[in-house]
């Protein structure tokens, strides 16, 4: 990596971190959200990682650490969770979650995803929920996780797919550019909500990053709330990457892009509530086995 890079990454890496910081309060507040809303997509992650009782799990980009509780009632006393995060205001919210369930077979530690401070081969299964896509380099951070895997380890990761599967992340995001004045953006470039979404792409990352045994899974996630307003509530208070557009704004035009938000995204009202689409990509993998010399 030549100086130029180096300083553009650093740039990147600090500008994500100010960003999380903003939103970790919001984050943690809207447990109750987000937990119902990812709640199959996590189980089912978890399962296809291979997180059995007993186990080593590293928790990449962890946030506020709703799924590392999942993950220490999987692997019980007898094993050991490891949370990581780029941003020490979301994870601090995640550590006093942990501490509260009385979990001491779990530890955080701030860490970037793409320069893990883990040794290598340590762990029996590594997992990411929504943090993947927004590395500026996952095939970095897919090569960290893959370094730190025990030999026939697994690892799943939790990304958006494609955008015509997600129409209320394009919408935010869209409507967002469009106040800001600035041009629509590729929905696939690197750090993006959906970077990951074009087909074959992570597959293709996996494989790159040395992974064997790669398998993709769709799994619709629609948010089921009782009104559009409560989805802008969210949205408002944890979606980082629009947060940094709106909060560009002053205040007449934050508030006039918000409202045009909301009014778009009223089209998914029905008669027992609001139900936004979304989908998920589950990519799960193993780390291959050590050859005899």
Known sequence: ?????????????????????????????????????????????????????????????????????????????????????LSPEILG???????????????TRISDGQALQVEDARFDAVVCRLGLMLFGDPLQGLREMARVLKPGGGVCTMVFGAPQANPCVTTLMSTALSHAGLPPRDPFQPGGLLSLGKPGLIDDLFKRAGFSEVATARIAAPFLLPSVRDY??????????????????????A??????????????????????????????????LRRDN
């Open 1 to 85: 990596m030549n100086r130029r890079s180096s300083i553009d990454n650093d740039s990147a890496t600090v500008a994500m971190q100010a960003q999380w910081d903003n939103a970790a309060r919001g984050w943690r507040d809207s447990g109750a959200i987000i937990r119902p809303w990812l709640r199959q997509a996590t189980r089912a992650m978890l399962e296809m990682a291979g997180v059995k009782p007993g186990c080593h799990v590293l928790d990449v980009a962890a946030g506020a650490g709703d799924q590392t509780l999942d993950i220490a009632e999987r692997v019980g006393p007898q094993g050991h969770v490891l949370a990581t995060d």
């Open 93 to 107: 919210f995640a550590a006093r979650e942990i501490a509260a369930a009385g979990h001491r077979h779990v530890e």
């Open 232 to 253: 802008m509530t969210f949205i408002r208070t944890s979606a980082g990457p629009i947060l940094q557009i709106v909060n560009g704004l002053d205040a007449g035009q």
């Open 255 to 288: 508030e006039a892009a918000w409202a045009d938000m909301e009014r778009a995204l009223g089209r998914y009202q029905t008669q027992d509530g609001w139900e936004g689409p979304n989908e998920l990509l589950l990519t799960a993998a193993r780390k291959p």
